[in-house]
């Protein structure tokens, strides 16, 4: 008999329709790009889909772009307060997220939508 753990993220990936029960088992980024290749979905996409390992990945890489440097471990959760570095926190609101989206576009001509990474960044 296999032992299949559940993932949090993947069961609500698959309760909201974005992926399909097969994904139990996977890693949530195995899950992430079967669904964007299996829809031809591109970083480019608003409903491009980020596991949420990923989406700290792309946005701190964004946030650097615009002198927010950030160590590894720092969790990125977004806020409608005050931005700024919370313990192990980086609180970002909306409008830096966007603004370093498209700083990282006009300094390596490579897009990504401020949309799908926003809606996978956690709220504080």
């Known amino acids: 008999m296999t032992t299949l753990l ?10 909201a329709g974005r992926l399909a029960p097969g994904a139990r088992g996977m890693s949530r980024a195995e899950a ?10 591109t970083p480019t996409d608003h409903d491009y889909l980020y596991s949420p390992g990923q989406a700290q990945d ?5 946030l650097s772009m615009v002198g927010i ?15 700024g570095l919370c313990v ?8 830096q997220i966007e603004a ?8 390596t001509g490579e ?3 401020a949309d799908a990474l926003l809606n996978a960044l956690p709220w504080d």
């Open 6 to 15: 559940y993932d949090p993220w993947i069961e609500r990936m698959i309760g």
């Open 32 to 41: 992430a790009d079967q669904h964007n290749a299996a829809n031809a979905l």
């Open 58 to 62: 792309v946005a701190r890489d964004a």
């Open 69 to 83: 440097v950030l160590p590894v471990d720092t969790r990125i959760v977004l806020t409608d307060r005050v931005a």
């Open 88 to 95: 192990r926190a980086y609180r970002a609101n909306v409008g």
């Open 100 to 107: 370093a989206v498209e700083e990282h576009r006009l300094s």
């Open 111 to 113: 897009s990504i939508s």
